[in-house]
């Protein structure tokens, strides 16, 4: 197992002009990078992030695209995978982290938690390459060549959960941008900064 | 050519419509009612089609699209578009992505009198979310897609246009 912050500070290491979706990664991304080419969402619409990591892969093929998706997400999207596998943009770094659980809401675990291979199903839908990770040492090994390779990559990595039990009108706000205002300012740099 | 056929909406028209309002990728899932417009569009050079499994997924395609700089715009059929309901609220409207859906209106009878749920709760689902949405039947009425264009571009929000075409009947 993986502490998901040191995991997206790894993967930050390699980002170069990289556009991020952080996803479920975002307190932790929030503290590494907050420009315009960073797009803190929060969680418009559960299983989502994948397909706007892949719509904004397709709109600028010129720029890598990272995104930190998480495996409920995923499971309530799998089809996004033949989707993605598709288009097969080769700008596009797809990271999972795999906490296990439904973490926002308390913990509990999603279905058959332990026993899924999310590299293999991406692969069976299509990925060229696929990867999973439980050990740091492995990982950090292994991503300077995964993000050399071109894509698209599915990297799934074994992370703890960080289980928030506080009414959600508690919980610490992290978020310095609004969904719309992310979008709004990413088109703006993207006139301004072509690829 | 019947009166049937000259009044329906042709495939032409509805790439025209396209064109005219700079669409650049149509996010999709096939339904029966606009699968003579999928055969047109597979055989254009400038539009980048992107096949979803299931037609929420198109809502958060249409976002990244819309956030990286193009002009989406999704097909989709009335049935997937009801399920689609959270990612219509999340990645689209929240999002404030300014894209036209061209939804089949799959069981519409232009009277009203409906033996199809789906048609039955068509035009509740879009009030419920607030969404204007325009009905096109036939050629002449293709003009409402550049209608709903122009609203969407003006109210940063999504716009559907009603593809009640099934009147004419199935895959013409």
């Known amino acids: 197992m993986m502490h998901m912050a040191d995991v997206v500070r790894a993967v930050a290491e390699h980002r170069g002009d990289a556009l991020v979706i952080p996803g479920r990664s975002g307190r932790h991304w929030a503290q590494i990078s907050e420009t315009a080419f960073d797009l803190p969402l929060g969680d418009p619409a559960m299983g989502g992030h994948a397909g706007f990591a892949l719509g904004v892969a397709l709109a600028q093929p010129n720029r890598r695209v990272v995104l930190f998706d998480s495996e409920g997400d995923l499971l309530m999207s799998l089809g996004m995978l033949a989707t993605i596998a598709e288009q097969a943009p080769a700008n596009f770094y797809h990271f999972v982290l795999d906490n296990e659980v439904y973490a926002t809401t308390g913990g509990q675990p999603v279905p058959n938690a332990k026993h899924v291979a999310y590299d293999l199903i991406a692969r069976g839908a299509g990925y060229p390459r696929a990867f999973a990770f439980t050990e740091q040492y492995a990982f950090n090994r292994e991503l300077p060549g995964i993000m050399r390779a071109p894509g698209p990559v599915f990297v799934a990595a074994k992370v703890y959960p960080e289980i928030e039990n506080e009414p959600i009108g508690k919980r610490v706000r992290w978020r310095k941008r609004t969904a719309d205002k992310v979008v709004a300012d990413l088109r703006g740099a993207l006139l301004t900064s072509p690829a | 050519m019947n ?83 959270d990612s219509i609220r999340g990645w689209l409207i929240g ?75 199935f895959n013409r």
């Open chain 2, 3 to 85: 009166d049937a056929q000259a009044a329906a909406l042709s495939p032409e028209t509805v790439l025209r419509q396209m064109k005219q309002n700079g669409v650049t990728d149509i996010v999709w899932l096939p339904d029966s009612e606009t699968n003579w417009l999928y055969l047109l569009m597979q055989t254009d050079p400038d539009l980048r089609l992107v096949g979803v499994t299931r037609e929420g997924h198109a809502c958060s395609i249409a976002a990244g699209l819309f956030a990286g700089g193009r002009k989406p715009m999704m097909l989709i059929q009335n049935t997937g578009m009801m399920e689609s309901g």
């Open chain 2, 95 to 169: 999002l404030q992505v300014p894209v036209v859906l061209m939804v089949g209106y799959r069981g519409y009878t232009r009277h009203g009198v409906n033996a199809d749920t789906a048609a039955t709760y068509t035009e509740r689902f879009l009030m419920a979310f607030n969404i204007s949405f325009y009905l096109v039947e036939g050629d002449a009425d293709a003009d409402r897609i550049s209608v709903a264009f122009a609203e969407a571009e003006k109210t940063q929000r999504p716009v559907v246009v009603l593809v009640g075409d099934e009147y004419h009947g």
